[in-house]
């Protein structure tokens, strides 16, 4: 009877996957938003905080796509590991490097490229 546990489990977890891929891709895209010294108190959902000070970009910030409210905090200054990389494209969307991925909590991993969140 484990098997049918088994198989029924992956299914499953392959339909929320799924789901999960299309929600992301009929979203309206990620926007950039800069911020100088602090962040906003309540994040906007389809933002990627940019905080900047003294013309140095600081941090990215931006609601945990996967639902669970939760802020994600990514590093952009380059001399503290982890380190991401925030690129703006021509159409004003934004790349994030590396790809995103919570060891805590929901245990979220995705690629944010051209404002699109790209789960792994
Ligand atoms: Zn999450």
Known sequence: MNWIVRL???LLDTCRTKTKR???AIQPSIQIEPVS???PRHLGRRKLYVV???GYDEQAAMICPCGCKQVLH???LTDERPCWTV???EDGT???HPSVWRKKGCGSHFWLRRGRVIWC
């Open 52 to 54: 900047s000070e003294d």
């Open 94 to 96: 934004p790349t994030l």
């Open 22 to 24: 299309v929600w992301a």
């Open 8 to 10: 029924f489990a992956s």
């Open 37 to 39: 010294e602090a962040l």
């Open 74 to 76: 990514m590093n952009l």
């Open 87 to 89: 690129r703006q494209e």
